[in-house]
């Protein structure tokens, strides 16, 4: 079972290196490309939840009631 399951996975990593074209690239530049994609990942996730939510919070509701922990809704 788990040998199947490990000849899935290897082939469909395959067809992801085949598509992306990462096949062509050393082991040490693929991991370069991942980790470059996981800090802009990275970084528009921290954008998107700190400054447009927070942006679109205050312009929706400038009372901050539903941002505010319960310790100072009194």
């Known amino acids: 079972?788990?040998?199947?399951?490990?000849?899935?996975?290897?082939?469909?990593?395959?067809?992801?290196t085949l598509v992306t074209e990462l096949y062509m690239v050393e082991k040490w530049e693929?991991?370069?490309?991942?980790v470059v994609a996981f800090a802009v990942f990275s970084l528009l996730t921290l954008f998107?939840?700190?400054?447009?939510?927070?942006?679109?919070?205050?312009?929706?509701n400038p009372d901050n009631t539903i941002l505010m922990s319960n310790e100072y809704n009194t």
């Open 48 to 60: 998107n939840s700190r400054i447009v939510l927070g942006y679109v919070s205050s312009y929706t």
């Open 30 to 34: 693929e991991s370069m490309i991942y």
């Open 1 to 16: 079972m788990f040998d199947s399951l490990r000849k899935f996975i290897a082939y469909w990593y395959f067809r992801y």
